[in-house]
Nanobody, 125 residues
Framework: QVHVAESGGGQAQAGDSLRLSCVVS????????MGWFRQAPGKEREFVSAVRINSDTAYYQDSVRGRFIISRDNAKNTVWLQMNSLEPEDTALYYC??????????????????WGQGIQVTVSS
């Protein structure tokens, strides 16, 4: 059984930073392309960021590029999303997702096989 668990969310003020963590168990992290998605109230879930298995390439949604940084440590089975210069628009439930092997398009949610339960990030102005 593969389990994905997020942590590190909470409340922040605009301009602050938060770091989300995602731990994958049941299978080596090296099996997965890892991604972060988020869903704001009343909105569709959207792609935020993703990273390849060996950290060769990272991907970011335009709205977070330059502010967020995704990273991973396969030995620790952990992925992080460092969120800097937070904005109220970043308020959402953030999901960590694992896709088996190589994903041709990391932005397609349906390609990810395993998902965390989500963790709330709330940014106030």
């Amino acid at each position: 059984q593969v389990h994905v668990a997020e942590s590190g969310g909470g409340q922040a003020q605009a301009g602050d930073s938060l770091r989300l963590s995602c731990v994958v168990s049941g299978r080596t992290l090296s099996s997965f392309t890892m991604g972060w998605f988020r869903q704001a109230p009343g909105k569709e879930r959207e792609f935020v960021s993703a990273v390849r298995i060996n950290s060769d390439t990272a991907y970011y949604q335009d709205s977070v590029r330059g502010r967020f940084i995704i990273s991973r440590d396969n030995a620790k089975n952990t992925v992080w999303l460092q969120m800097n210069s937070l904005e109220p628009e970043d308020t959402a439930l953030y999901y960590c997702a694992a896709g088996l092997g190589y994903l041709a398009d990391v932005r397609i949610q349906e390609r990810y096989a395993f998902w965390g339960q989500g963790i709330q990030v709330t940014v106030s102005s």
